[in-house]
């Protein structure tokens, strides 16, 4: 055995014992930032080349108008993360947006007051819930995989939203409802301030709380964390309820965003929200990944969209270049996961 | 001195197949015991019998020297039973430490009690003199196969446990390593707690042990002290059930 430094039985500054470089060895951007973060360089490197290549870029306008468009990703991408980190993957999310946005569409379409909404806003998010609570049972009771049933859950939930509106798209909505998205606290818009709020939420949940740390196990290993008494069902359910949730409220925003409600709005959003996952760090073989990082693979998509949309690129090439994207953050990934694995024995 | 743990008479049948018959067994309090036996003699069967995770046919349960209930494994872990599997059932994207209290943390109000687990474990990890481990902090992905099986044993030890179980800790580990853990393994049982120890392989129970427990398909040969046999007797032990005076008596060793 190689290892044989000691941490100081008196406890002498555990943390400063961290793995200190070899004078030969550079220091890998990984552990600069800290596990899990290596998308940060590369938003910093868009955002330096947009805004030297773009004279609109850094403009507020600009700006506002590119959290707007990531937030709606952002927000489903951090319950897309939730299920990732337990090894699973939720494809239903696009069609729960669209689900939600219709249900609560037809609400504020009916309604006759402001708080006639509420009921329709509760209805759309019970409804994201209640998806995702479905596909938790099927994945943790009946041990089918998550790619299936959600896969499945993909297909009841948009065929419901097409039942649901026969078709047709429902609109005028009033423009009240589209404060909800619209609207704006303080000059910052408000769907930027409800995503810095997710985000808040669940980083905290993830890093400080039981329940984050029993969703990194189930990710890890299930079976050794069954053993030691982490409900693994209970932290499955709970987190494709809570991306069914996030979905929701990323449809409902949707919508107030679009002022209708499209039966066909969100689809392909469950692979946006899985790159922004990836991009950002998140292992699909589960408990690598965090929230800070879902949420920077989700300004990097945007930032390519946006960029590319300012600098007129055609669209057709952003879209190779985003898949380019996440092949190169998974071989990355790989690469540093297997170079600390030969160092380590 | 009675026993830490004592297991008296038991049978256990999975089905129609008997795989405990009339089996005793016991742990003492500072000594290695040494569970030895063929493949299918029952060895795991017995450990998790100890273990509450499979229900007894019949038997009796005596925790230092009282007779308890063991219902299932929550009932044998507050008694201060603890089982280190073979496939050590730890999380290679948590740390040494987040593995040392899974399923058990710390809390303060609604967050981790991070500060004050990270000072047990390695108090935990100091008193067992491990000394191999950079740092608690560590994910245990990057621990070589003696390290995880420490972190595993420090896991075990941390809940002021009184009998601690280990699954063949040394059959994946080179010489080196499998040295450390049988020293390891000592030092648990020289801080006063019972060691039961399964293993396929002679020279570590000889190595380590106190006590050697034989089991031989499904009853108990013989539950003898190390000093007083030796390597081929145990031999014998394990292959067919008795040697010379020592084992079952009446030739295929089937009971009466």
């Not at chain 2, 001195?1 to 003492?28: C, T, W, Y």
Request: aromatic share 6%; hydrophobic share 50%; charged share 15%.
């Amino acid at each position: 055995m190689t290892d044989t430094k000691t941490t100081a039985p008196d406890g002498a500054a555990p943390r400063a014992a961290k793995r200190e470089p070899e004078p030969n060895e550079i220091l890998t951007l990984r552990e600069v930032l800290g596990r899990d973060l290596s998308g940060v360089p590369v938003l910093l490197l868009f955002v330096l080349i947009l805004s030297l290549a773009s004279d609109t870029f850094l403009t507020g306008v600009n700006l506002d108008n590119l959290g707007r468009q990531v937030s709606i990703y952002a927000i489903i991408a951090l319950g897309q993360l939730l299920v990732i980190l337990t090894a699973g993957i939720d494809l239903s999310v696009g069609s729960v947006v669209g689900l939600s946005g219709v249900i609560v569409a037809q609400a504020v379409f009916d309604a006759t007051s402001t708080a006639g909404v509420i009921p329709g806003l509760v209805l759309a998010l019970l409804a994201g819930a209640a998806a995702g609570a479905i596909n938790g049972v099927l994945v943790a009771v009946f041990r089918m995989p998550p790619f299936i049933v959600t896969l499945g859950m993909l297909g009841i939930a948009r065929g419901l939203t097409l039942l649901y509106t026969g078709g047709r798209t429902i609109q005028p909505l009033p423009a009240p409802f589209a404060e909800i998205a619209g609207g704006e606290f303080l000059g910052v818009a408000n769907l930027i301030w409800l995503t810095v709020l997710v985000l808040g939420v669940t980083a905290f949940a993830l890093r400080r709380t039981l329940w984050g740390r029993y969703v990194y196990a189930v990710g890890s290993n299930a079976e050794s964390a069954r053993l030691a008494g982490v409900p693994v069902r209970g932290v499955l359910i709970s987190v494709y309820t809570l991306s069914g949730l996030l979905a929701a409220l990323g449809g409902i925003l949707l919508a107030s965003r679009l002022g209708n409600g499209v039966p066909t709005a969100g689809t392909g959003y469950e692979l946006q929200a899985i790159a922004a996952c990836v991009i950002g760090g998140a292992s699909l073989f589960g408990a690598r990944g965090t929230a800070l990082g879902a949420l920077v693979g989700a300004l990097i998509v945007g930032l390519l969209n946006n960029g590319g949309t300012l600098l007129g690129i055609d669209p057709f090439w952003l879209q190779t270049a985003i898949g380019l994207l996440i092949l190169l953050a998974v071989a990355l990934d790989l690469l540093q996961g297997r170079r600390f694995r030969t160092r380590a024995t | 001195m009675a026993p830490v743990l004592e297991l008296r008479g038991i049978d256990k049948s999975f089905g129609p197949v008997q795989v405990l018959h009339d089996v005793n067994f016991s742990a003492q309090a500072g000594e290695v015991t040494a569970l030895v036996g063929d493949n299918g003699a029952g060895k795991s069967t017995l450990v998790k019998c100890a273990g509450g995770i499979y229900p007894i046919d019949a038997g009796q349960f005596y925790f230092d020297g009282k007779p308890v209930q063991v219902n299932g494994p929550r009932d044998a872990a507050e008694l201060g039973i603890e089982i280190v599997y073979q496939d050590l059932a730890l999380c290679d994207n948590l740390d040494i430490v987040q593995n040392m209290f899974l399923g058990r943390e710390r809390k303060r109000g609604l967050v981790l009690d991070e500060d004050s687990m990270e000072k047990l474990a390695e108090e935990t990890l100091a008193s067992l003199s491990v000394r191999t481990v950079k740092s608690i902090r560590q994910l245990v992905s990057s621990l070589s196969g003696g390290q995880r099986q420490t972190v595993a044993i420090a896991k075990a030890v941390l809940w002021n446990s009184k009998v601690v179980i280990l699954d063949e800790p040394t059959a994946a580990l080179g010489v080196a390593q499998t040295s450390q853990v049988l020293e390891l393994v000592r030092r648990l049982a020289d801080n006063g707690l019972a060691v039961v120890l399964i293993s396929h392989n002679m020279n570590d129970v000889f190595a380590v042990s106190d006590r050697i427990a034989a089991l031989y398909l499904g009853r108990m040969a013989a539950q003898v002290k190390t000093a007083d046999v030796t390597h081929a007797q145990v031999v014998e032990l394990i292959t067919s059930g008795r040697s010379g005076e020592l084992g079952l008596h009446n030739g295929s060793g089937v009971a009466s």
